[in-house]
């Protein structure tokens, strides 16, 4: 037998005697007459969240990216940006070095300042963001390796749950789920800021 | 239960099975009063679990009171769990097959000395001879690190509380954060003693500790090929595996390398996608006290070009069909490893996660390594606990894991032990007040839950009254310390 066949048997044996029984779920778990998408409590409520756990959030107009961008990669001192092809070129930041991601090694993106990303979906009441690796996002690793994150987020991406989430995100991409700056709570439970990812998030939340 | 003994190996091959003994980290070397004492008469590490557990109760307890479907969630959280565990072989042919449709390749091993073998395989496949872990229960039951140092492999643990572990040769004691016992200053202790490098003028603050420890392994991180992880949950309607953390480290062993070797216990697979929308929400309130942990990786097999090209998903049975197959004690398999229930244990605060010997410490541990390795090989555990119901309260899937302890008790032949030690061990545990209010209250056919402080109370209301036991751990003990 393979180790497969031999798992296998063990537990249709397990099972064989009295197979669990299965308790009703009850209702739903979600019926919170949450609001839709992009609902402005929903803005508001990501925005508290993400600030909560020590995110920094700008909120601009649609038209205000480029310079909101601009200002806190100027304001952390940040030289040397990567972004993601498909990141809107209206969004670039023009004043410092730029490089459009092809496949750069992560030595180098390790030696880069910042990313510069857009978002899948964002959950307002866990304060999530949602990078599901589309054109305007990049691959895992480029908004991993550089210190700052700057991620920008548009109303309709905002539901109110991670079901809502859930519904809109396949899972032939890979996510990365982030909620606030890299952290730990190793040592003695208190949850302190800055490990191995980005120690700083940096949200731009759009009004559309 | 079958599957013990060399005789029966050959004719019960396809029959449920324990975990072998000689491998792994699933038996202690000494029963839990002896060890318990020892730890009782540590001040400190009392001192350092007391500080931490209660950090994290306030934390959950207010995050969890947000939820106003809290309740509705445990319940769906529970029975989607007894909904797997009903179907679980089909849901596993159901995972392998969308994992292998999505580019990743899946082993299956009966048990830690296979498991062992195949991921030393792999990792020889590479040529590697490093790899870089993310934490993973898993591993830690099946020895994986001492398999890999065997054969010459070096396995680099990357989570904070881990290296802190594996730098002061120690031994994890908590499921989420193994270095609960330690506090901030020993952890300096520990980084000057044994981090290459480090700055002599390191100090004792948590943020300077934890930028240690991100100078230290960010170069592990940009030059090793290979990266072991455990899992959280797996899709078997997607082939999805998910690792909830907090650092970043798992990110980077989830996206760096060329080699992802994924080892996962085969009760972690979910159903649906779906269902992540209750285990996610449960999960974080439940473990950190936290909405949601700052990362949570999904992936899907091999995405060309992001991430390791080369996917592995190795699941692994030992102990686990024997745990399936007690009808009372399956539900351990439940588990999510969030550990609220060792945070609201007054045994767990106590002795501390090594007194249990095996990886799973605390109510969980006492339920669940007993199973696994057969309940004589852990005999003394089901009943290091008081039975005063916190666990089951506080679980945010809802096992019921006083009447498991209960359950477990009538297989277990009481174990023998030193008096002295049980004496003098039994004279500590007498004393806090917190013991005798539990057994009091386990006395009244443990109604002990209406004690506890809100929220905890609460979800009382609608559990299940076990049987009651055929002892308490205060009438184990007092019998037992006298030597009978
Ligand atoms: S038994 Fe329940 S409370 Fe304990 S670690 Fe597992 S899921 Fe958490």
Request: aromatic content about 4%; glycine content about 10%.
């Amino acid at each position: 037998m393979t180790g497969r066949e031999v798992v296998l048997a063990r537990l249709r044996a397990a099972l064989a005697g009295a197979p669990p029984a299965v308790p009703e779920p009850g209702p739903a778990p979600r019926d919170r007459g949450d609001r839709p998408p992009g609902h402005p409590d929903l803005l508001d409520r990501l925005a508290g969240r993400l600030t909560d756990y020590r995110a920094e959030v700008h909120r601009v107009a649609g038209a205000g990216v480029a310079e909101a961008v601009a200002g806190i990669l100027a304001a952390a001192g940040a030289r040397t940006v990567v972004v993601p092809a498909g990141l809107p070129a209206q969004w670039r930041p023009g004043a410092v070095e730029v490089l459009v991601d092809d496949g750069l090694p992560a030595t180098r993106l390790a030696r880069l300042d910042a990313v510069v990303t857009a978002a899948a979906v964002a959950v307002a009441e866990t304060g999530t963001i949602i990078l599901d690796a589309g054109a305007d996002q990049g691959r895992r690793a480029i908004s991993l390796l550089p210190d700052l994150h700057v991620c920008v987020v548009h109303p309709e991406q905002v539901v109110a749950g991670v079901p809502e989430a859930l519904a809109r995100l396949t899972p032939d991409r890979p996510l990365t789920w982030i909620s606030g700056p890299s952290a730990t709570s190793d040592i003695e439970l208190n949850r302190v800021e800055g490990v191995h990812g980005p120690r700083r998030l940096h949200v731009v939340l759009t009004d559309g | 239960m079958s599957g013990r003994g060399g005789a029966g190996r050959t004719t019960f091959l396809g029959m449920p099975a324990t975990a072998p003994p000689g491998v792994g980290n699933l038996r202690g070397t000494e029963p839990f009063p002896a060890a318990a004492r020892r730890a009782l008469g540590d001040a400190q590490l009392r001192r350092n679990l007391r500080h931490a557990t209660g950090t994290i109760r306030a934390k959950s307890a207010a995050v969890i009171d947000e939820v106003p479907d809290w309740p509705q969630l445990r319940a769906a959280g529970r029975a989607i769990k007894a909904d797997t565990m009903a179907r679980l072989p089909e849901l596993l042919e159901q995972l392998e097959a969308a994992v292998t449709a999505a580019g990743g390749t899946v082993h299956w091993a009966t048990d830690a000395v296979e498991a062992n073998r195949i991921v030393t395989e792999l990792v020889q496949a590479t040529g590697a001879d490093r790899v870089m872990k993310v934490k993973s229960m898993a591993t830690q039951e099946i020895g994986l690190n001492e398999a890999l140092e065997a054969a010459g492999i070096e396995p680099v643990e990357t989570d904070l509380a881990e290296l802190i572990v594996q730098l002061g040769d120690d031994r994890p004691s908590h499921i989420l954060v193994p270095a609960i016992h330690r506090n901030r200053a020993e952890i300096r202790e520990i980084f000057l003693r044994a981090m290459p490098g480090v700055d002599p003028a390191l100090t004792d603050e948590p943020a300077v500790l934890a930028a240690a420890a991100r100078r230290h392994l960010r170069e592990t991180f940009l030059a090793t090929r290979v990266a072991v992880s455990g899992a959280n949950f797996a899709v078997a309607e997607t082939g999805t595996l998910a690792v909830v953390e907090s650092e970043g480290n798992g990110r980077m062993c989830l996206t760096l390398p060329e080699t992802l070797i994924t080892v996962m216990g085969i009760e972690k697979v979910i159903p649906r996608w779906a269902d992540l929308g209750v285990f996610l929400q449960l999960l974080p309130r439940a473990s950190t006290g936290e909405r949601m942990n700052p990362y949570t990786s999904l992936w899907t097999g091999v995405t060309p070009g992001d991430g390791p090209q080369q996917v592995h998903l190795v699941l692994l049975d030992n102990g686990r069909s024997a745990v399936l197959a007690d009808e009372v004690g399956r539900q351990a398999l439940h588990c999510i490893r969030c550990s609220a229930c060792l945070n609201v244990c007054p045994v767990y605060e106590r002795t501390g996660g090594h007194a249990y010997g095996s990886v799973y410490p605390g109510p969980i541990g006492a339920v669940l390594s007993p199973q696994l390795t057969g309940v004589a090989d852990n005999a003394s555990l089901p009943y290091a606990s008081s039975l005063c119901g916190a666990c089951y309260d506080a679980c945010p899937v809802m096992i019921d894991i006083p009447s498991i302890l209960v359950h477990l008790r009538a297989q277990a032949p009481h174990p023998r032990t030193e008096a002295a030690a049980m004496a003098a061990a039994a004279y500590t545990m007498d004393h806090p007040a917190l013991y005798a209010a539990a057994q009091r209250a386990a006395g009244l056919g443990r109604l002990a839950g209406r004690a506890l402080p809100p929220p905890l109370n609460g979800w009382t209301a609608s559990r299940d009254m076990p049987a009651a036991p055929p002892q308490t751990f205060r009438q184990w003990w007092a019998e037992h310390r006298s030597g009978s």
